[in-house]
């Protein structure tokens, strides 16, 4: 590709030598001139710049990469945590940090209130509703939406209709008896430290592997295998300093 540029001595047109060149209606002086540049065909893949997923940061992989989660989607999106309030929050609170709007539906208001008092700086982004009294949220490309729902181990069915833009976080302290309705309608599955019954079983929906059925039992609090039938990946989730004053350290119970 070539640009064609002017030398640096030469007049405007319709100038003289020595006077300073009117103004184009619209575009303003003229920039910086310099001499022709050419790059080769040979030299293009030189140009290339590292570009991740968009979406939220929700920790770093195993090679200390940032590990981004693409919550908002142009059609319903369905996550699962098996895991615990504390890395839910922190994944609400990065969302609202990125101008989504948090519905939660919870048993336990009280649980989240200094979350939503914090997130969005003052702003009304995080909303808290009791169980079966969550309203159609109006998720749109401009005002996505993320509905957590923290009902304990046996979720009720939502009342509230898959929409564009709005991705829907069930938050499982532990499987229970309907973990294979609420499993098996899942997108993408987080799972923190899991007994190793459980890690079986979620091995048996998720065509989980022996190494990470093995390390299940024994993860961090900090520490998430997010899976799909297809791919997996374990997260490391540190908070930031303002994040610990809200929600103190990584913990797996409640």
Do not use: K
């Not at 997260?235 to 994040?243: D, H, I, L, S």
Request: charged share 15%; hydrophobic share 45%.
């Amino acid at each position: 590709m070539a640009y064609q540029t002017y030398p640096t001595h030469a007049p405007e047109p319709g100038t003289e030598p020595g006077r300073t060149p009117l103004l184009r209606p619209g575009f303003g002086l003229r920039g910086p001139r310099r001499e022709r540049h050419v790059l080769a065909r040979e030299d293009l893949a030189a140009l290339s710049f590292p570009v991740g997923d968009d979406g939220v940061v929700i920790g770093v992989d195993p090679q200390q990469q940032p590990a981004v989660l693409g919550l908002f989607r142009p059609n319903p999106y369905e996550l699962v945590l098996v895991g615990g309030m504390w890395t839910a929050q922190i994944i609400a609170l990065r969302a609202a940090a990125t101008g989504a709007r948090i519905a939660v539906e919870t048993g336990r208001p009280q649980a989240w209130a200094p979350m939503a008092q914090a997130a969005g700086g003052g702003q009304p982004c995080v909303t808290i509703h009791q169980a079966g009294r969550l309203g159609a949220q109006g998720a749109s490309v401009a005002s996505p939406v993320l509905v957590v729902r923290d009902l304990g181990a046996r979720p009720p069915r939502s009342r509230l209709s898959a929409a564009p833009w709005q991705t829907t976080l069930t938050v499982l302290p532990y499987l229970g008896p309907n973990a294979n309705r609420v499993l098996g309608a899942a997108d993408l599955v987080g799972i923190q430290r899991v007994s190793p019954q459980e890690a079986e079983l979620l091995a048996r929906l998720l065509s989980l592997g022996d190494q990470e059925v093995a390390a299940l039992p024994t993860l961090g609090d900090n520490i998430t295998l997010w899976a799909t039938r297809m791919r997996r990946q374990f997260v490391m989730t540190n908070p930031g300093e303002a994040e610990a004053q809200v929600l103190g350290l990584a913990r797996r119970m409640d």
